[in-house]
């Protein structure tokens, strides 16, 4: 089974422009999380979708953005980059079921470096 | 705000001993807990979740949650180097809320 794919990888950009990153989740997993991470502020929340819609915000700024497909893929925005929006960027997806608790299965991230 | 807390370490311990991790938490309404391990450079992997109180054991490891004294252990026996990663405490807020509330993480160093 494959697990969560994101893609890319790595990514270089420059201060002003926008990025786009992608994730595919486990196949028959519904949800999808995305956070920032960075050394100083470890793991942070930006969203969750389930079923096409974003069920969850976190505390970001309005340039950051997401979606989800009706394959369950999912894709988050980044417009207007800052030199502090450089950190890894993960995404976990869950296999939603009754009840409020439901463990996340992480992709590789993508490494977000602004210049 | 609605937390989850861990000590950031480093802790270190040699090789063999056991290490002992710790996590509290603010919101009385959570109800379980995951125990996460990422090494450096890599994502976080999922290692136990805990939903009652008491122990819980899965091979070298065992998770312990006191939800009266709001706090969520993981043991880790016959501590290996290969252990060496830093440890995320996670939580969900009570309710229907699938938010999962991260803590900094512990990182912790096993050493030959």
């Known amino acids: 089974k494959a697990g969560v794919t994101q893609t890319p990888r790595y990514l270089i950009k420059t201060r002003g422009q926008q990025v786009t990153l992608s994730c595919s989740p486990i196949s028959g997993h519904r949800s999808v999380s995305w956070y920032q991470q960075t050394p100083g502020q470890g793991l942070q929340f930006l969203f969750e979708y389930f079923s096409e819609t974003q069920r969850n915000k976190g505390n970001f700024p309005g340039r950051f953005s997401g979606r989800q497909f009706s394959n369950s893929r999912s894709e988050m925005n980044v417009s207007t980059l800052e030199l502090g929006d450089s950190a890894l960027y993960l995404c976990?997806?869950?296999?939603?079921?009754?009840?409020?608790?439901?463990?996340?299965?992480f992709g590789q991230g993508t490494r977000l470096t602004v210049v | 705000q609605k937390e989850v807390e861990q000590n950031s370490g480093p802790l270190s311990v040699p090789e063999g001993a056991i290490a002992s991790l710790n996590c509290t938490y603010s919101?009385?309404?959570?109800?379980?807990f995951f125990w996460y391990r990422q090494y450096s450079g890599k994502s976080p992997e999922l290692i136990m979740f805990?939903?009652s109180n008491g122990d819980k054991e899965d091979g070298r490891f065992t998770a312990q949650l006191n939800k009266a004294s709001q706090y969520v252990s993981l043991l880790i026996r016959d501590s290996q180097p290969s252990d060496s990663a830093t440890y995320l405490c996670a939580g969900p807020p009570g309710g229907n809320n699938r938010k999962l509330i991260w803590g900094l993480g512990t990182s912790l160093a096993v050493n030959p």
């Open positions: 976990a997806s869950s296999f939603t079921k009754r009840g409020p608790d439901t463990e996340a299965f």
């Open positions: 805990i939903y």
């Open positions: 919101d009385r309404g959570s109800q379980s």
